[in-house]
C-alpha cells in the first residue's frame, strides 16, 4: 500500500479529501476547536463546527483559512494533520503524496505556506495546484483541447473565474468574494432591517433555504431566531427571499464584474468558443438559485452548473494527481 496518493481541497469553509479509486472519503468544515489556555486542539472538521458561537471564554472555534489562504498556520497544520490521518488511517509506513488545490490569485508567500503546512502535517512531498484548473478537470470539461473553457468556482472565501485553454490558464480573475461574504451581507441585512442579530450559521441556513440570486416570483419565507438589538431578549421574525436578494446584491455585483474583466481579456477566437459552450459553475456557493442566470442576463453568455459543484474541486485535484505527468504545466511542485 505504500505511494499513496491524497488531493485535497482545502476550501475557506469545507475541507474535501479525494483519495484515487476510493473518491472523496471527507467533506467536513474547515473549523478547528482550540483550547485557550494549552492552545491544544479539541476538536476538528465537524465536531467544531457544532461549537462555532456556542463555546465558553476557555474554547475558541475558529476558521484557519480566510478568503482561500492560510491565516492561521499553526492551527492549519493541526487541521491538515487530522484529515490526512483520517485520510490514511493509523499505522503507515510511507508519508503520501498530497496536492491541495489553492486560488489562482494567490501569492508566491501565501504558496509557500501551503507547501510548508502540508509537509509538516505529514505529506512526503506537496503539489499545489490552482483551482480553476482543478475545478474544470472535477466538471469534465477537455482543458487539453485547443478550444476556450470558461469556468466560474465560487467556494467559501474566494471566486475564481478562469479561461483555459489547452490546459493552462488564458485570462482570469480571483475576487474574495464567497458564500462567507454573503453569509455576512444576510447577517448585516437583518440587523438593520429588523433590528435583528443573527449568527453566521443561522445567515447560512437562510441562504441555503430561501437565497436567490435573482427575485423570485413565488416569494420563499422561513422564520428567523435571533437576538433583538433595543431589548436585548430573543425574538423570532419571517424573512423572505426578497430580503435574501437584497442583502446580497452587491457582493455579487463584484462577482459580475470580475466575470466581465476575464471575458474583456479573452482573445477572440476563445471568445467565440465560451459564448458557443457557455459558461460552467462550479464550487459550493454556485448553487445559489438563479445564479446562473444572473451571469447569464449580465453577460449575454450561456451559463450552468455543473453536476456535483461542490465537489468538483476535490475531485479534479485527485485527478490531476493521478495524472500527474499529464497536468505538469498546471501544477506546481513542492
Not at 80 to 103: Q, S
Not at 189 to 205: D, F, P, Q
Amino acid at each position: 500500500m505504500f505511494g499513496k496518493k491524497i488531493g485535497i481541497d482545502l476550501g475557506t469553509t469545507t475541507v474535501l479529501v479525494y483519495i484515487p479509486k476510493r473518491g472523496i472519503i471527507i467533506n467536513e468544515p474547515s473549523v478547528v476547536a482550540i483550547s485557550v489556555a494549552d492552545k491544544k486542539v479539541l476538536a476538528v472538521g465537524n465536531a467544531a463546527k457544532e461549537m462555532v458561537g456556542r463555546t465558553p471564554d476557555s474554547i475558541i472555534a475558529k476558521r484557519p483559512l480566510k478568503d482561500g489562504v492560510i491565516a492561521d498556520y499553526r492551527t492549519t497544520e493541526a487541521m491538515l494533520r487530522y484529515f490526512i490521518n483520517k485520510a490514511l488511517g493509523g499505522v503507515r509506513l510511507f508519508r503520501p503524496e498530497v496536492m491541495v488545490a489553492v486560488p489562482g490569485g494567490i501569492t508566491s508567500t501565501e504558496r509557500r505556506a501551503v507547501i510548508d503546512a502540508t509537509i509538516s502535517a505529514g505529506a512526503k512531498t506537496a503539489y499545489i495546484i490552482k483551482e480553476p484548473v482543478v475545478a474544470a478537470i472535477g466538471a469534465d470539461i477537455p482543458i487539453g483541447s485547443p478550444a476556450g473553457h470558461m469556468i466560474i468556482d465560487i467556494g467559501g472565501g474566494t471566486s475564481e473565474i478562469a479561461v483555459i485553454s489547452l490546459g493552462g490558464i488564458v485570462s482570469s480573475a480571483s475576487v474574495r468574494i464567497g458564500g462567507n461574504k454573503l453569509d455576512a451581507a444576510i447577517q448585516e441585512h437583518i440587523r438593520r432591517k429588523y433590528s435583528l442579530a443573527v449568527g453566521e450559521r443561522t445567515a447560512e441556513e437562510v441562504k441555503i433555504r430561501i437565497g436567490s440570486a435573482l427575485y423570485l416570483e413565488d416569494k420563499l419565507e422561513m422564520e428567523v431566531k435571533g437576538r433583538d438589538m433595543i431589548s436585548g431578549l430573543p425574538r423570532t421574525i419571517t424573512v423572505t427571499s426578497d430580503d435574501v436578494t437584497d442583502a446580497i446584491q452587491h457582493e455579487l455585483q463584484g462577482i459580475v464584474e470580475a466575470i466581465k474583466e476575464v471575458l474583456r481579456q479573452t482573445p477572440p477566437e476563445l471568445s467565440a468558443d465560451v459564448m458557443q459552450k457557455g459558461m460552467v459553475l462550479s464550487g459550493g456557493s454556485s448553487q445559489l438559485r438563479n445564479l446562473d442566470r444572473l451571469f447569464a442576463e449580465a453577460t449575454g453568455v450561456p451559463a450552468f452548473t455543473a453536476d456535483n459543484a461542490q465537489l468538483c474541486v476535490a475531485k479534479g485535484t485527485g485527478i490531476a494527481l493521478e495524472n500527474l505527468e499529464a497536468y505538469k504545466r498546471s501544477v506546481f511542485s513542492s
